[in-house]
């Protein structure tokens, strides 16, 4: 069984902070688990343009609010707490962060991270192992 607190997290290389968003990581590759979750803030402002054309994703909304936009069809979705997308045509998309307010996310992807990989140019993340 694998029980984590966030307190455990926050402060460790499991803690990896960008200009844009900030991802707890507490389900990674090497924990067996087939995917990886994340908790992930992102920061008051932001405009995150991404394209995971190595993983697929889905994303809960627990606080905050803003959008994402489907640069694929140039359709904008609202976002707040409650709200669920899916990325499951490695969507290229942006996610925006009202002002005023952050957005704090509980991700999953498959296949799982292994803790500390960050956006590259496109917005994906590589495949490490």
Not at 44 to 56: D, F, P, S, T, V
Not at 72 to 81: C, D, K, L, S, W
């Amino acid at each position: 069984m694998i029980v984590k607190n966030l307190d455990q997290i926050i402060g460790t290389d499991a803690d990896v902070d960008s200009d844009g968003w900030n991802s707890r990581r507490f389900i990674l590759k090497s924990d067996g688990m087939g995917y990886s979750v994340n908790d992930t803030i992102i920061k008051e402002g932001a405009n995150l343009e991404m394209e995971y054309r190595n993983h697929l994703e889905t994303v809960y909304c627990i606080e905050g609010e803003g959008e994402i936009e489907d640069l694929g069809t140039g359709e904008i979705h609202p976002i707040r707490a409650g709200t669920l997308y899916a990325l499951n045509k490695h969507d290229k998309h942006i996610l925006r962060a009202n002002r005023g307010t952050h957005m704090r996310m509980v991700c999953v992807f498959n296949p799982p991270l292994t803790g500390r990989e960050k956006h590259d140019a496109t917005g994906a993340y590589p495949v490490l192992d």
